[in-house]
């Protein structure tokens, strides 16, 4: 053997096992990288939709917070919440909410590529359940950022059909932008605030975060403390705004109205923190105390049992979904030895609240105990006149704003009014006129045949000795 073949031998004896080596190490390399960007895609992607989650998110709006200015362009965020996605979720199931999320994940992506969005700098992720947030960087005109939302918002609703199943689907969006370097916390808050003030509003709306808004918010915020506190340490009282009979001499009744002694809440109406307390969950504590302020109230007054006076409380028309408020009712009315037949319900109508079986029926279980159910502000809210038949309601009350039309010189303004009335007798329905502030009101008023009447006129909200005063005056 020569020295050369040797030679030649060694070196393939020590090359080939290194290449083999590097070649093995370099696609395992390979393999690592490409296991670890899978990995890193996992950790940022939702496992849902495939989107950006919160996590890719943050680090994209980090990334902006300190570069944004008005030369190089701006940052528009956007919150995308789809509108009543737990119900959609309880009736449908989860499976099928999961597959409608994906399909407003793709929509939003093409939709978004269509109106070529997404060419820019641009970030599409889903924060939670049924929120989507979109984020663009670059030059951005009005225009345009309003185009954005109002194409978003069609195109969700163009989704007619999941899982071979039709629906309508609804969603709001918030909207907050920036020119100048920002905190990435303070941006993802304010899109979700502007959010939730368009779900207040109704469906398929958008709004713009602004410090009015902003300012609105910690007010609201402020109220909840207020109430809270109020509650905790029994700060409310009841005044009662007697009613009167049809004859408007006689008082017949009272309607209970909520007070309080805390000086910083008593800086705004009832009309302003009942639908905080609504809108913030402390309304069934709070209807819960008012009504047992009432009943304590008669208890101990020689009205109590006297069957020709009617006490009327305010309930939200929240309770018309709390399958335990008649029960509650019934047994504090046991508790506190009051008749039910002396109470009489008044419920707003809302557009928050559809009369559907499950409020028909809540009303029907509280008739069945012997409480009465009036609706309040009746010609202002959503109920059509012919729907009437269909609610289990004892009373109408004319809202405020029928009343003051009266004003004997124009016949016209009291036309509504004389609608309800006819409407009323038609379906055998008791009618209280609201905020009489005046003879010519109460005088209309009684030539149409009104069974009641309330207002400045007879008497202000007064408190409850007053009243039996009142009423003690009026029979001597
Ligand atoms: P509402 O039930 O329609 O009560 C009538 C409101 O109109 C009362 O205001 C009353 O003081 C006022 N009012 C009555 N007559 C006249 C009038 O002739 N002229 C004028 N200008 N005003 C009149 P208040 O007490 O501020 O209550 C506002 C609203 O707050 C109530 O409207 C009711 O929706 C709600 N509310 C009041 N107390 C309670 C309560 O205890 N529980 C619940 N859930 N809501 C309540
Ligand atoms: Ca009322
Ligand atoms: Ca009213």
Known sequence: MSLNHLHYETIIRTTVPIAITVVI???????????????????????????????????????????????TGHLLFLCLGVDNFKHINDQYGHEFGDNLLRKIAVTVEQQLAAMNITNRDTVISRVAGDEFVVGVYG????????????????????????????????ACVGLTARSRPFCYEQVIKEAHIAMYEAKKVSKNQMRFYSS???????????????????????EFYLVFMPVYGPTGHRITGAEALIRTHNDALSTYTPDVYIPVAEEHGLIHQLDEMVIRKAFKTLKHSSLNQLDTFSLAINISSQQLKNKHFPKMANT????????????????????????????????????????????????????????????????????RSFTSNIDGKNIDQGKMVDVILSLAHLYNLNVVAEGVENSEQLDYLKHRHCDSYQGYYLSKPISWHEMLALINHEST
């Open 332 to 399: 504090m009315a046991l508790e506190e030895e009051i008749d039910p037949n002396q109470i009489e319900f008044e419920l707003t109508e809302t557009a928050l609240v559809d009369f559907d079986q499950t409020s028909i029926d809540i009303i029907k279980q509280t008739k069945t105990y012997g409480f009465r159910v009036a609706l309040d502000d009746f010609g202002t809210g959503y109920t059509a006149f012919s729907q009437l038949q269909n609610f289990p309601v004892d009373t109408l009350k004319i809202d």
């Open 139 to 170: 030059s951005l005109p009005y225009s345009l950022v309003k185009s954005i939302s109002t194409e978003l918002l069609k195109s969700v609703n163009k989704i007619e059909c999941v899982n071979g199943i039709s629906l309508s689907v609804d």
């Open 25 to 71: 190490s370099f696609l395992y390399t390979k393999k690592v990288e490409h296991h670890q960007t899978q990995l890193r895609h996992i950790a940022r992607s939702d496992h849902l939709t495939g989107l950006y989650n919160r996590r890719k998110l943050i680090s994209w709006l980090k990334n902006k917070e300190h570069t944004v200015s008005n030369t």
């Open 212 to 234: 009015k808004l902003a300012k609105k918010v910690k007010e609201k915020l402020n109220i909840v403390e207020l109430l809270k506190s109020a509650l905790v340490n029994d």
